[in-house]
């Protein structure tokens, strides 16, 4: 998998985006939350830490740039609308 490090590659990739809703925290104080349901906070706090390796890591970062940017309601439709 490629890291979306840009809006628009982020945007050209959907399986980018299903990932982010459907994969769950694997551990830590957020286990079993959705990735893009993660806290800010928690999200900015891996990004000065660094993020785990893998696709896992990808995936924090890539929410990490959705977070910082205001950028959750693109996620709207693949969710049904909520979130």
């Known amino acids: ?3 979306a490090r840009e809006i628009p590659s982020l945007m050209s990739d959907p399986e980018i985006m299903q990932k982010l809703i459907t994969t ?3 551990f830590g ?3 079993g939350r959705l990735l893009i349901d993660l806290p800010e906070p928690y999200v900015v706090w891996f990004a000065r830490k660094g993020f785990p390796t ?3 890591g990808e995936l924090l970062s890539i929410v990490h740039e ?8 693109l996620f709207a439709p693949l969710r049904g609308g909520a979130g």
Do not use: A, Q, T
């Open 24 to 26: 769950r925290m694997p």
């Open 29 to 31: 104080r957020y286990s």
């Open 66 to 73: 959705v977070k910082v940017n205001g950028l959750e309601p």
């Open 1 to 3: 998998m490629k890291i």
């Open 54 to 56: 893998g696709e896992l």
